[in-house]
């Protein structure tokens, strides 16, 4: 089993919901047990555009570790907020602690 496989079937039994639209940008969040949460950032456009996550909208204050869970990459620490260009009709998805 994957790590991502492994985050679809949390054992916490939340859901994931949306915590921002803006045109056609879209960020989604899911709670997991260990107190990390999972994002999704969504482009529903043309055009690669830059999706900017505010990190008190999901909850966290101060610093958060930002782990991209499909390159399976380590993207560091972030204050305040994350940002990442997401190419068209395309999606990023983050574990965040």
């Known amino acids: 089993m994957n790590?991502?496989?492994?985050?679809?079937?949390?054992?916490?039994?939340?859901q994931g919901h949306r915590v921002?639209?803006?045109?056609?940008?879209?960020?989604w969040m899911k709670p997991l047990k260990?107190?990390?949460?999972?994002?999704g950032l969504f482009n529903c456009e043309q055009g690669t555009l830059k999706v900017t996550l505010q990190l008190r909208d999901i909850g966290i204050a101060g610093t958060a570790a930002?782990?991209?869970?499909?390159q399976r990459k380590d993207l560091g620490l972030f204050s305040g907020s994350f940002s990442a260009a997401v190419g068209e009709h395309q999606m990023m998805l983050l574990k965040i602690r």
């Open 20 to 27: 921002s639209e803006e045109g056609p940008i879209e960020i």
């Open 3 to 14: 790590s991502t496989s492994r985050l679809t079937q949390d054992s916490s039994g939340l």
């Open 66 to 70: 930002v782990r991209d869970l499909w």
């Open 34 to 39: 260990d107190g990390s949460k999972v994002v």
